[in-house]
């Protein structure tokens, strides 16, 4: 019995505290985080770069950089859709033309790759499908995945 009793006095004490001696100093975050880009990873990316934007122009399939579109070379009717998306502010479509470059219809407004407005043409969102409208009242209905 007295065993028992001297085995649950030594199981009931509380040990002493740790003793911590720290021989390093903490690292802080400029020595351990040292990204290859030097970008804000909190802040929204652009199409072709970063917030501060980039020198270089944004090239097409051929290699030719990526003119500005102009009011009579543009047509609706070499797009087709390559996706839309949604987020808190609504619905977005991402367009391609024949050469590769990319188009979003966001807010009713067609833009391309320079985020640059597209003269003369607006459009609308609805479900899988999206409507392009000219000045000149041409319509062009595109659906997502027609081409599958």
Request: charged share 20%.
């Amino acid at each position: 019995m007295h065993l028992i009793l001297t085995a649950l006095f030594l199981s009931c004490a509380a040990p002493a505290p740790a003793q911590v001696a720290v021989s390093t100093p903490a690292a802080t975050v400029d020595q351990v985080y040292k990204p290859v880009n030097t970008r804000d990873p909190l802040v929204p990316s652009t199409v072709y770069g970063d917030q501060k934007g980039t020198t270089a122009k944004p090239k097409d399939k051929s290699g030719a950089a990526a003119q500005a579109v102009e009011k009579g070379t543009f047509t609706i009717y070499g797009l087709t859709l390559t996706g839309i998306m949604e987020d808190s502010r609504g619905r977005q479509a991402l367009m391609r033309d024949a050469s590769g470059t990319v188009y979003l219809l966001k807010a009713g407004r067609l833009t391309d790759a320079k985020k640059k407005p597209v003269p003369g043409v607006s459009g609308v969102v609805k479900g899988k499908q999206v409507i392009l409208m000219t000045d000149d009242k041409q319509v062009r209905h595109l659906n997502l995945r027609e081409n599958e």
